[in-house]
């Protein structure tokens, strides 16, 4: 029961998918089957593909057991019927041919699924042979089968569909793998075809008409004397996409293609795939010839060689010959090697690359990336780099390009360290030549270390071109021997010797120089500048528009300055800018731009801004009393580089009072004056911006202070306490401050000092003492009077009480007392000899 639980399992698969009523499956098991049986389930199976596919109908299905299939009744099949034949298992399900030939001969339609199909042998076609029908190959594989005509697959006139299937180590004359034939159409998706021989196509022939197209799969190690992996002829369309046509081989001494041959009007199309590592006599890659087309994008074709030494050989990626067309975008030609080409090898032929790599490919002899003879060849915004073709003889060399009897164009690419015993770069012969646009740096060789021009029938014309440091023997890095228009390139310096770095009739003058300006070139300490390096200028002083030409160099403008600082940047179409910082000090600062050989200056110059000091302040009276009119001046100087308007503020105890504005020219001093009046006595900070302050007294003469001291009195005798506060001047003072005026008064008076008195805050901490009826002599209310400042000035406060010999006077008689004193000296101008409270 476990033998036949696959089976049971196949068949329910069978009854899902089966369609409509008028098909049917038919089940074949080469070991458990008797082709004597109907075949309508895996009970009833018959043993053999023929008996199965001849007693079928029309879009029937035939379900293959797991299992070898052999012997006369499983091969040599024709099918005039629209079948699917589906195994069990693709490992599982073995149809061996053991040798013989055909398995199918296929007339109408055929889906083969889930096989294995090998060891087939014959003398035309291989085992699967379809004409004028359609086929479909789904998951299988195709293995060890040999035929003159497609070692596993052969169609005409017929469509074809491989998918996710292997035709692995295959054998034929044309298509080792498979042949396309008289307008056939062929689509292989997701597959590998691998491994395969043949003396043309060692994986795939293509012939009349016919259409390939070949995604995401692999055909790798194959075999051919042309096209090791594809061969096509007449009129074919190839389409690769996604796919890897790897370490594959063309064996014959002249053979053509490693990869791939397209011949005569075919159309080779090859997208986002790689070709690398194949190897053929002609063309390491590609060989195509007569009138083919081969447009290549987002591809590499990396690692390839062309093995044949003598002249026709070369390309060791692609070989175009005949009127052929190439067309290159976005791909990598790197590390190929032939003797002619070291990479590409055209011949009567159109090449145009574009946004492509290609370096660190060899020619022995001519043209380390590329050899064109009677050819258009046009390379846009391309690199071809460390490139290599190093024959002695006087016509090689070329160590990218080597272009005879071509129309050679190339524009806004870069060929660099390359190396060729002449024109380290480019070796043109008889040939229209045009360059623009270019870099062309480090390039080597015996003779002319960039350029060598020889023979051609119109001035070749290179401008607007960076060449520099491309030495030959002598540092030559241009040779011609007929005119050369070469004006408007950058040599690496502003004063290239050009002695040395041309030979023949090339025009060189005017030349790009580099130039150097700042803006604004004057600024003030603290400012910026920017500053701007350019390749627009030529030596005869004229500004070139970048949509005329442009010299292409990407690379950085070396900034310094002293003083102040700046950093590098790289060019952008021709201009470097960058920004000059730091300028704190007043003078000049010398900027400087170093681009390949040639250094430049310009200057900066840095002024100091308007700048404004202020000395010299007077205020004028400092003392007095209220009203007091004081006179405020102050001297200010512009010690800047440009005129300014300063503003001067009158401050008074940190307030801002008044302000003034003036213009200064540079270096020139003015007087600021203030006039203000004071009302109110007291201390006052006076100072013009931020010069240290005068300080200002306006005090209360002794005579204000006894007129208040009498009002005092009045007050005492009329309510018996002493009044909240005082107004002297319009100021009100409190009883604490009136005491210290009070005593302050009668000591002055005492010394004979009559001048006005300053005020200050005094505190007030209450009233303690003795209230009686006393008298006090002059000398005790003066001894008592200096007791009491003294008391002030150490703590800022009014005493509660002083002691006297009477006892403890309160703080209110106090007041009270020295108001006495005062007003006693209002009226009599001396103080009183006693005081009585």
Excluded at 45 to 64: E, M, P, Q, R, Y
Excluded at 225 to 241: L, N, Y
Excluded at 811 to 827: A, E, N
Aim: charged share 10%; proline share 3%; with cysteine.
């Amino acid at each position: 029961m476990k033998r036949y639980l696959p089976l049971i399992l196949l068949g329910l698969i069978a009854i899902a998918f089966s369609g409509t009523a008028s098909a049917v499956d038919i089940y074949v098991n080469s070991t458990g089957g008797d082709d004597n049986n109907d075949g309508l389930s895996w009970a009833a199976a018959k043993a053999t593909i023929k008996n199965a596919t001849g007693s079928a109908a029309d879009n029937d299905v035939i379900w293959l057991a797991d299992g070898e299939y052999t012997g006369p009744n499983n091969r040599g099949v024709t099918l005039n019927k629209n079948l699917t034949i589906t195994g069990q298992t693709k490992e599982g399900t073995v149809i061996k041919l053991e040798g013989n030939p055909s398995l199918f001969t296929i007339t109408k339609n055929l889906k083969l699924s889930n096989l294995t199909i090998r060891n087939a042998y014959s003398t035309t076609s291989g085992p699967v042979h379809i004409s004028n029908a359609n086929l479909k190959i789904e998951n299988c594989l195709l293995l060890n089968n040999t035929a003159v005509s497609g070692g596993a697959v052969h169609a005409e006139f017929s469509t074809v569909t491989i998918e996710n299937s292997a035709l692995n180590n295959n054998t034929a004359t044309y298509g080792g793998a498979m042949s396309a034939d008289s307008f056939s159409t062929v689509t292989i998706e997701n597959s590998a075809l691998n491994n395969n021989t043949a003396t043309h196509g060692g994986a795939i022939y293509s012939y009349i008409y016919s259409t390939l197209t070949i995604r995401n799969s692999t055909l790798n190690n194959n075999t051919a004397t042309h096209g090791g992996a594809i061969c096509t002829h007449s009129t074919t369309t190839v389409t690769i996409e996604n796919s890897a046509l790897n370490n594959n081989t063309a064996t014959k001494l002249e053979g053509c293609g490693g990869a791939i041959r397209t011949y005569y009007y075919s159309k080779l199309t090859i997208r986002n795939s790689t070709l690398n590592n194949n190897t053929a006599p002609i063309g390491g890659a590609i060989f195509a010839t007569y009138f083919s087309t081969v447009p290549i994008e987002n591809s590499a074709l990396n690692n390839n060689t062309a093995t044949f030494l003598g002249e026709g050989g070369g390309g060791g990626a692609i070989h175009t010959y005949y009127y052929s067309k190439l067309t290159i975008r976005n791909s990598t030609l790197n590390n190929n090697t032939a003797t002619y080409g070291g990479a590409v090898l055209a011949f009567c032929s159109t090449v145009t690359i574009e946004n492509s790599t290609l370096n660190n490919n060899t020619a022995p002899k001519w043209g380390g990336v590329i050899y064109a003879s009677s050819s258009n060849l046009t390379i846009y915004n391309s690199t071809l780099n460390n490139n290599t073709a190093t024959y002695i003889e006087e016509e090689g060399g070329g160590g990218a390009i080597y272009a005879s009897s071509s129309n050679l164009t190339i524009y806004n690419s870069t060929l660099n360290n390359n190396t060729a015993t002449l024109g380290g770069a480019i070796h043109a012969y008889d040939s229209t030549v045009t360059i623009t646009n270019t870099t062309l740096t480090n390039n080597t060789a015996s003779l002319a270390g960039a350029i060598l021009v020889r023979d051609c029938p119109a001035p070749a014309r290179i401008m607007f071109c960076r060449i520099f440091n491309n030495p030959d023997r002598t540092d030559l890095n241009v040779y011609a021997d007929n005119t050369v228009d070469a004006r408007f390139n950058w040599w690496g310096s502003n004063t290239p010797d050009f002695s040395i770095l041309v030979s023949g009739s090339v025009t060189y003058n005017p030349w790009i120089v580099l130039s150097i300006n700042a803006n604004p070139g004057t600024v003030l300490i603290g400012g910026t500048s920017q500053i701007t390096a350019d390749l627009h200028h030529d030596s005869d002083g004229a500004l070139h528009d970048p949509s005329e030409g442009l010299v292409p160099y990407t690379g950085p403008a070396n900034f310094s300055t002293t003083p102040g600082s700046i950093e590098d940047t790289n060019f952008t179409d021709g201009t470097a800018t960058s920004t000059l910082t730091d300028l704190n000090t007043k003078g000049v600062a010398t900027v400087c731009a170093k681009v390949d050989n040639e250094t430049l200056n310009t200057t900066v110059t840095v002024l100091k801004p308007a700048t404004f000091a202020l000395t010299n302040l007077t205020v004028t009276p400092t003392t007095g009393t209220t009203p007091l009119n004081i006179r405020i001046k102050a001297m200010i100087t512009n010690t800047g580089d440009f005129a300014g308007d300063y503003t001067a503020t009158l401050k008074v105890n940190q307030r801002s009072i008044q302000n003034q504005t003036t213009t200064l020219n540079p270096g020139e001093t003015k007087t600021i004056e203030f006039t203000l009046t004071i009302t109110q006595p007291g201390t006052y900070n006076v100072t013009i911006g931020t010069l240290p302050p005068k300080l200002v007294t306006a005090g209360i003469t002794i005579n204000q202070l006894a007129g208040t001291a009498n009002s005092v009195i009045k007050y005492y005798a009329r309510y018996k306490r002493l009044p909240s506060s005082v107004t002297i001047s319009g100021k009100k003072f409190t009883m604490a401050q009136l005491l210290d005026l009070l005593v302050r008064a009668t000591i002055q008076i005492n010394a004979g000092n009559l001048k006005p008195l300053s005020t200050r805050t005094v505190g007030y901490t209450g009233s303690t003492g003795t209230t009686r009826s006393i008298r006090l002599s002059k000398s005790l209310y003066i001894s008592t009077a200096i007791t009491i400042r003294n008391s002030i000035n150490r703590y800022t406060t009014a005493p509660k009480y002083a002691t006297t010999s009477y006892g403890k006077i309160p703080f209110t008689r106090l007041v009270y007392l020295y108001s006495k004193v005062l007003g006693f000296y209002g009226s009599y101008r001396k103080l009183p000899s006693y005081v009585s409270i």
